[in-house]
């Protein structure tokens, strides 16, 4: 059973910074995160691999963080500079690898519900 719970979200200002952390059980395999904002389809934050590797979508590149944390089993999204079109549900997301196209939701199978981030 895989289990995967964000927490970290809030409101923020713009220019403002907050961490997100996805606690799983799956901590050495691929993890990642998406955003889904109202009316939009989910898209891929940022994924990390097995080895430590990110990826990261254009979007939040040089704003955003992915890391993972082993010794408490979280992934971790640390977030700066945000901006209004940061606006959305957070989720994570878990796989046995990534995929090159980790940034489409069908390159994951597991999700935790998800944390809403408000800027």
């Known amino acids: 059973h895989v289990q995967l719970v964000e927490s970290g979200g809030g409101s923020v200002q713009a220019g403002g910074s907050l961490t997100l952390s996805c606690t799983t059980s799956?901590?050495?395999?691929?993890l990642g995160w998406f955003r889904q904002a109202p009316g939009k389809e989910r898209e891929g934050v940022a994924a990390?691999?097995?080895?430590?590797?990110?990826s990261y979508a254009d979007p939040v590149k040089g704003r955003f963080t992915i890391s993972k944390d082993n010794a408490n089993n979280t992934v971790n999204l640390m977030m700066n500079s945000l901006k209004p079109e940061d606006t959305a549900m957070y989720y994570c997301a878990a796989d046995r690898r990534c995929e090159d196209v980790w940034y489409h939701e069908y390159a994951f199978t597991y999700w935790g519900p998800g944390t809403q981030v408000t800027v």
């Open positions: 990390i691999d097995s080895d430590g590797i990110a």
């Open positions: 799956r901590n050495t395999w691929c």
